[in-house]
């Protein structure tokens, strides 16, 4: 196991009794062992290791069965813990336990899931528990997947369970009914044998169910939190209280976030093993046998000016972040340092995330949406129209890579032998519209079929980047007569009215959840609508063979489905798949032990500041 634990706190668990004398003995000795740890502790996470972090786009808070969207998860990822996670250094991805004991038994031909976790695990200390120190529980895991499917949460990750997990439907189903969900039902699905073990009743096999088990919103959700801070609200979204290495200390909305070591984290060692990347070994020697987290505090400040964040880099206010594609002239020449950095000793690590950027049209919206032949047109022919070599060009710099596959590079299930049928051909797609009665009027504007005005609402975010990218589909609805109206808006408030349905069209970043095509092929799912289906698609086609592709393990079976599925995308044309973009994390010379892993964003866990090399530096 990659990841050692202090022992302990293994042992803690073991030696728990129910005898009621030895019980408040107990509690005693927990008290003076928590103290004790903290001691120690100390000298592991810093104070004065400030790590300063720079998000591009606000946050939208810190319930994991509501936040969505990249940055809040990178928050929730350091506070809470799930059940699995990954190993840092292993590429593929490669999965291994961090609040379990091991990973899970699964038998009933891959129906039936059973994990222990560990004992002595304890959430960080919240008025929510009376001041008494409040252990880690299987019960937790199995409400926070309750959380999932509870309609007044509103939570956009119930896809991950509810259909999968056996009485979860039901549960929801009975809920919207009744108007609240009963916690204290039993759900078929959802068995605890004992204090320490989770049983998972699957309605059928689920090939990926483990990916789901280390995925953040499945994190452990202790019941007296969200009693005491209110659920489905922004009570539960400000005060996040996991097992993690992390607390939240501040938050200002939109602006900056602070966290701080948990003093009653459990601690971890630093004990991974080299792989074959160029780098790996360096890491290894610097980090090897250190306690985690070493990093004290970490300051996330959002900045969504692009030059804004690059001064603060340059400047040292920030010690790491990512240069977005529109900044890549001012650090990067092909795709390398400029020789002014590499004197300064900067940093770089240059990936393709594993992203699917792609422009979806709303499939309810009466202008766009429909299956009917002239609306299929209109959407071939914007798809036809688009240049995405230009935008990844021009937008972007040249920072990303144009996708033929929804599946992006280094998931499970990419063919990067696949061709897509939808090419740049401006012409065909005006004579598509042509064909199809989308005629122009005396002013050389395309009107609808039935001679109503035709015009295109495509919303970006409220920041540069945002008026670039509308810039570049204002060109491509000029070349083809059409009326498009841009629509800015905070991000936060994007991702509220795609959910919603509301939004005529917009493009939409996804990265992986986890390292799997099916995290890709689920986002045109009809019933993900209003969660991760942003497009509110439903194509009865593309339905049945992701159904059928879900319960088959990775394989050229379940290959030919997704190749079957990405044509369908190509004929009705719900979506436009647009690229994948690099991602050129910058550090200063005093960044310590970071790698970019595929699927995990809070790597600070595992990093260190080197204090020395950054008072010189300064």
């Not at 339905?543 to 004929?571: F, K, T, W």
Request: net charge neutral; with cysteine; hydrophobic share 40%.
């Amino acid at each position: 196991m990659p990841i050692s634990f202090v022992p302990e706190g293994e042992k803690t668990g073991r030696m728990k009794t129910t005898n009621r004398n030895h019980k408040r003995g107990w509690t005693g000795f927990i008290l003076l062992f928590l103290a004790f740890f903290v001691c120690t502790h100390v000298q592991a996470a810093d104070p004065e290791k400030v790590l300063r972090y720079v998000f591009p786009a606000p946050e939208t808070g810190f319930d994991p069965a509501v936040a969505h969207d990249l940055y809040s998860s990178q928050v929730i990822r350091s506070i809470c813990e799930p059940l699995y996670t990954y190993d840092y250094l292993a590429r593929p991805a490669r999965l291994v336990p961090l609040v379990a004991e091991g990973m899970p038994e699964i038998n009933g031909n891959g129906k039936i899931y059973t994990v222990r976790i560990k004992k002595g695990i304890f959430f960080s200390g919240d008025a929510a528990f009376g001041g008494r120190p409040r252990e880690l529980a299987a019960a937790d895991f199995a409400y926070a997947i309750r959380r999932l499917v509870d309609p007044n949460v509103r939570s956009a990750w119930g896809w991950l369970v509810e259909d999968k997990v056996a009485g979860l439907s039901e549960l929801a189903r009975n809920a919207v009914q009744s108007g609240r969900l009963d916690y204290g039902k039993p759900v078929k699905g959802l068995e605890l044998p004992d204090r320490y073990t989770l049983r998972i009743y699957l309605n059928k096999p689920d090939y990926n169910f483990t990916h789901i088990l280390a995925h953040y919103p499945t994190c452990p959700v202790a019941r007296e939190v969200v009693e005491k801070y209110g659920d489905a609200s922004t009570h539960v979204m400000a005060n996040p209280v996991g097992t993690g290495p992390y607390t939240l200390a501040e938050w200002k909305r939109g602006s900056k976030i602070v966290l701080v070591a948990n003093p009653d984290f459990r601690g971890l060692v630093w004990d991974f093993e080299a792989g074959s990347d160029a780098g790996d070994a360096a890491i290894v020697e610097k980090m090897k046998g250190k306690a985690l987290p070493q990093i004290g505090r970490v300051e996330i400040s959002v900045i969504p000016e692009d030059q804004s964040r690059w001064l603060a880099f340059q400047s040292a206010e920030v010690d790491m972040f990512n240069l977005d594609g529109p900044l890549a002239p001012k650090a990067l020449a092909e795709g390398r340092l400029r020789p002014e950095l590499l004197a300064r000793g900067i940093q770089l690590s240059r990936t393709i995330d594993p992203e699917l950027s792609h422009y979806y049209f709303n499939m309810q919206d009466p202008v766009l949406g429909g299956m009917e032949k002239e609306k299929i047109a209109l959407r071939r022919a914007i798809a036809m129209a688009h240049n995405v070599d230009e935008e990844i060009r021009v937008v972007w710099n040249g920072e990303a890579i144009r996708l033929e596959y929804p599946i992006p590079p280094g998931m499970v299930g990419h063919d990067p032998a696949y061709k897509s049928s939808v090419k740049y051909e401006p012409a065909v797609a005006n004579a598509l519209l042509d064909r199809f009665g989308y005629k122009k009027d005396a002013d050389g504007w395309r009107v609808q079929p039935d001679g109503r005005p035709l015009e295109i609402v495509f919303s970006a975010r409220a920041d540069s980047t945002g008026q670039q990218q509308s810039e570049m589909w204002k060109k491509t609805f000029d070349s083809l007569g059409i009326r498009m109206k841009s629509d800015k808006r905070l991000f936060p408030d994007l991702l509220k009215a795609e959910k919603q349905c509301q939004l005529m069209m917009r493009t939409s970043a996804w990265v992986a959840d986890y390292p799997d095509g099916e995290n890709f092929m689920q986002l045109f799912y009809g019933p993900h609508t209003g969660q991760s289906n942003n497009g509110c698609m439903k194509i009865p086609e593309f339905d049945a063979l992701y159904e059928q592709s879900v319960v088959l393990p990775d394989g050229e079976e379940r290959n030919l489905l997704y190749h079957r599925m990405a044509r369908i995308l190509e004929v009705y044309a719900p979506t436009r798949i647009g690229y994948a973009r690099y991602r050129n994390m910058l550090l200063h010379p005093w960044i310590i032990g970071y790698k970019k892993h595929p699927v995990m964003y809070n790597e600070w866990i595992y990093m260190d500041i080197d204090r020395k090399e950054k008072q010189g530096k300064k």
